[in-house]
């Protein structure tokens, strides 16, 4: 006989989130497998936004780092509220 642990059921907005199909794979993929995964999930994201500067130039360079502007701002909030 053997001893199986009850998976808690995630919250709907997870269970969304790791519907879509490439992102939440990923994310899926970092939250509950091996703790090297965050390493090819950053080597991932860095290569795909080289690969769109070269294909777009330095828009694609940009706009990226730019999206990522509000982003950081409400990490840093967060890190200083503790």
């Known amino acids: 006989m053997t ?9 709907l907005w997870q269970r969304l989130f790791f519907a879509v ?5 990923i994310a899926r993929d970092v939250a509950f497998g091996d703790s090297s995964n965050i390493w090819f999930a950053l080597i991932f994201y860095v ?3 080289m690969c769109s500067a070269l294909t777009f130039g330095l828009p694609g360079l940009y706009l990226p ?3 990522m502007v509000p982003i ?4 840093l ?3 200083t509220w503790g």
């Open 3 to 11: 001893v199986a642990t009850e998976v808690p059921k995630l919250p």
């Open 21 to 25: 199909p490439v992102i939440g794979w």
């Open 47 to 49: 290569s795909l936004w």
């Open 65 to 67: 780092a730019l999206a």
């Open 72 to 75: 950081i701002f409400v990490l």
């Open 77 to 79: 909030l967060a890190i």
